[in-house]
């Protein structure tokens, strides 16, 4: 049975108008596989009229991994065993080898919450993974999380 994790991005992060921010990553290793199963974001904007925000969903290689914030996978199901995956959260300097597989247009006052149909989830092996970019027109701040499982 393989074992589910969730991570999250605590506080909430701040976006600057206009400019592309990966928010979370996860990253898996050498001889696993990497199965995304659900991620959710939701932004705290209050103005109507503003313009929705692009949330991508992204392969990640690690090639330029950017700067960013430790974070610490919670077991949520399966038998107990550490996580191998790393999380990352808040990138003030951005990686570079991102590709956007899937995005949406989310309203900067609400917030989307993707799960996979079971055996149609993303995944990838080795030490690869996925990122959720946003780029809101407006600054607004958000929260996300990632739910993956590893084997």
Known sequence: MQAGYAGHSGAAVALTAATAKTVIAITGVANSVL???EFGISFDGVTA????VLVELCKNTQAGAGTNTDGTPDQIRGITRTAQSDIKFN????????????????????????????????????????????????????RVFVEWEEG
């Open 35 to 37: 199965r995304l199963t």
């Open 49 to 52: 009229g503003n313009t929705p």
């Open 91 to 142: 990138y003030t300097a951005e990686p570079t080898a991102l590709t956007a597989i899937k995005a949406w247009r989310v309203h900067p006052q609400t917030g989307i919450d993707i799960k996979w149909p079971l055996g149609r989830e993303p995944e990838q092996a080795g030490a690869t993974g996925y990122a959720i970019r946003v780029t809101a027109a407006q600054a607004v701040n958000c």
